[in-house]
């Protein structure tokens, strides 16, 4: 298709206005996985200006089911740079700028982000979205933030003021299991298989269970004694990994933990009195076994594996892993931390390893056995990646974005309109913000659910921001800062007390803690380098006013060399610090009160381990769908809305 064909067919669909802006756009898209691909197929397609993408991450053979972009001979490259290769053949006029790096890199500080007029996310995990929705919300620019979990999606649109902030709702931490249902009381198959995975694998090849988030150790006088004695089975299990490579070694490991300490609670008949105890099993009998297991039975992975096929890959897992450590220790170079092998569902030795104690362990305890297919799917925590869920979304991520845009234009030509009418710039300011609220409340928040055997889309208007949330409900501000000259007392004195008019009760914090509040003055000669403040550090100050405390100010910190005869520190726009809430609205949390609230009849507005895969807890899907089904699913959803003015194109983008 040449180039004017494209512009004709783009431009009366959306409308040669939204056409004209989206050639002009500079977006980002965070993340090119699953929703990604799709996403950035969209935006190409559309004609976006100018495109750039962040991954850290390269392409693995499991991508290739859904992340159309990437091809077998893409296997081991970065997913950023091929993801731009491949989706920049789709339209020569769109430029696109990729990067194989972390999000959260300092590089991409609030400055990077202020280039852009939206942005997209497609990440698969809390960290990363919470990283991203920070920076918009510093940068004052538009998020659209999407996530899927199997056949469920969801897409919210966040502005600054405007709308909620991903942060605005709770989200809930991955689901953790007791420790000791995990060590001494199993009754399911996945809390066997979390004991293979987050404590035998960690304490033999990783670090420690300790680290584990599916963990939980919180203890309560009845169960600490029992937690001391499973931290001494722990310390006998280390000690153990120092024979690794040994030839008593696989006996070993496995007399200990399927044997003695199965022993050891069994002899604990209390525990016992109510539930079936388990049984130990003896190595040297089922040695006697072996010769009768098939080659190849790790490879049966949709078979449920007998004792003593459980008991083959047991001991062949346990070699090829101790192997891998022995090279990892060979070749390591002196001074660096252990080796150390982590878990990975894809990788062929580690889940042979969890699939067979998993099952040895569910032996022991009259748990069922699962096979390696299933306990491949529970040990990574996986609902299966659905590619069509992945397209919807990212499809509906491209639709909220022009009313995004939209809400753009129509401030903008609000403003030209006033200005020609010689407005007072305060009356145009306070005009064009109702404006662009009003368009911007055409925005939704999507969830895309199964609802009986039909899957729907479903809408919700989007919710003012939460008052009380720590993240979006402060003020913010960038300063310059002369960091050799300006001291903790310049910003003090100058910048908050009488620029900003603070009072005596303070405090301002670094991420590493307190600098200052009225008892603890003790860095306020210091420079902000001796301090350890840098260059897109941020610092934050905390009204503790009894009467009219202002919500928390964030300072973000442009290092600068300033003359000799300019101030050390400046604020490079004087901030408005609205007055905290006065009561906390607790019970309006997540609820959708509209954005703007002058009767508009379709209101509203506001209101989902790098590599690992997205799981509805991680992504903090599950819940919300939940909450918001019973909710959305009586609304009619056959509203059409017939949209046919020459600049404002053909198509509906409606959605409400
Ligand atoms: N901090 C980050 N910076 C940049 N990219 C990130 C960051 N965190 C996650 N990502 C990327 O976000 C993408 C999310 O995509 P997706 O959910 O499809 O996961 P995936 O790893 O591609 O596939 P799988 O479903 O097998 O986990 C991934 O490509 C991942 O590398
Ligand atoms: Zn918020």
Same mark, same amino acid.
């Given at each position: 298709?040449?180039?004017? %064909? ?46 750039? *993408? ?41 430029? *696109? ?111 420690? @269970? ?60 209390? +525990? ?113 990646? *659905? ?57 939704? +928040? ?54 900003? %008019? ?84 607790? @019970? ?22 790098? %590599? ?7 992504? %903090? ?28 194109? *053909? ?6």
């Amino acid at each position: 298709m040449t180039a004017t %064909g494209r512009d004709r067919h783009a431009s009366k669909s959306l409308g040669s206005n939204l056409h004209a802006r989206i050639k002009q756009a500079r977006v980002l898209m965070v993340g090119a996985g699953g929703i990604g691909c799709e996403l950035l197929k969209n935006l190409v397609l559309t004609g976006f200006g100018e495109i750039h *993408i962040v991954d850290l991450d390269t392409i693995d053979l499991s991508n290739l089911n859904r992340q159309f972009l990437f091809r077998n001979e893409h296997i081991k490259k970065s997913k950023a740079l091929v993801a731009k290769e491949s989706a920049g053949i789709f339209n020569p006029n769109v430029k *696109i700028e990729a990067y194989h790096d972390n999000i959260k890199d300092p590089q991409f500080n609030v400055a990077w982000f202020q280039k852009f007029d939206i942005v997209f996310n497609a990440l698969d995990n809390l960290e990363a979205r919470r990283h991203v929705n920070k920076m918009c919300l510093a940068a004052d620019v538009p998020l659209v933030e999407s996530g899927t979990t199997g056949f469920n999606g969801q897409v919210q649109v966040i502005r600054k003021g405007k709308t909620q902030c991903y942060d605005c709702t709770p989200k809930d931490a991955p689901k953790s299991f007791p420790v000791c249902t995990i060590r001494s009381t199993p009754s399911q198959p996945i809390h066997c298989i979390v004991w293979a995975k987050s404590y035998l694998f960690t304490e033999i090849f990783g670090t420690s @269970e300790d680290d584990a988030p599916e963990l939980d150790h919180s203890e309560d006088s009845e169960n600490a004694k029992e937690i001391a004695n499973l931290r001494n089975e722990s310390q006998a299990l280390k000690r153990i990994r120092e024979s690794m490579g040994s030839k008593e070694f696989p006996g070993l490991v496995f007399n200990k933990v399927f044997k003695e300490d199965i022993e050891r609670l069994r002899s604990m008949e209390d +525990m016992w009195k109510t539930r079936k105890a388990p049984t130990a099993l003896d190595y040297e009998d089922l040695l006697k076994e072996l010769p009768s297991v098939e080659k190849n039975i790790a490879q049966k992975d949709q078979a449920t594996w007998t004792v003593a096929e459980n008991f083959a890959v047991f001991l062949d897992s346990l070699s090829r892993l101790s192997n891998r450590m022995e090279e990892t220790r060979a070749n390591a170079d002196t001074g660096n931390s252990p080796p150390i092998l982590t878990f990975d569902k894809d990788d062929a030795d580690t889940l042979d390893f969890v699939a067979a104690s998993a099952n040895l362990r569910s032996i022991i305890f009259g748990i069922e056995a699962r096979s390696k297919f299933d306990i491949k799917q529970m040990a990574g925590n996986i609902i299966p990646a *659905i590619a069509t869920t992945n397209a919807m979304t990212a499809s509906i991520c491209v639709l909220q974005a022009f009313k995004v845009m939209r809400a753009d234009l129509a401030k903008d030509k609000l403003r030209e309109q006033l200005s020609e009418a010689k407005t007072e710039e305060e009356l145009i300011k306070t005009k064009t913000d109702e404006e662009y609220s009003k368009q911007l409340s055409k925005a939704k +928040m999507v969830f895309l659910a199964p609802n009986g055997t039909e899957r729907r889309v479903t809408t919700e208007g989007l919710s003012r921001p939460d008052e009380t949330c720590p993240v979006c409900s402060v003020a913010q501000s960038t300063i310059v800062v002369d960091a050799n000259r300006a001291t903790l007392n310049d910003l003090i004195e100058d910048l908050l007390r009488l620029q900003l %008019g603070y009072g005596e009760e303070f405090s301002v914090n670094s991420d590493a803690g307190l600098l200052y509040d009225p008892e603890e003055d003790a860095n306020l000669r210091k420079t902000f380098a001796e301090l350890g403040l840098k260059n897109d550090n941020s610092i934050t100050i905390i009204d503790d006013a009894d009467e009219g405390a202002r919500v928390n100010l964030v300072l973000h910190i442009s290092e600068q060399e300033l003359g000799s005869e300019a101030k050390p520190i400046d604020l490079t726009q004087k901030p408005e610090i609205p007055l905290k809430p006065r009561t906390a609205p607790a @019970e309006t949390n997540g609820d959708s009160r509209p954005i703007v609230t002058n009767g508009l009849t379709n209101g509203v507005t506001n209101g989902a381990t790098s %590599g690992l895969k997205r799981t509805a807890d991680d992504a %903090g899907l599950e819940d919300e769908l939940i909450r918001k089904k019973g909710k959305v699913a009586a609304k009619p959803d056959d509203d059409v809305v017939v949209v046919d003015d020459a600049n404002d194109g *053909i198509i509906l983008i409606d959605d409400d």
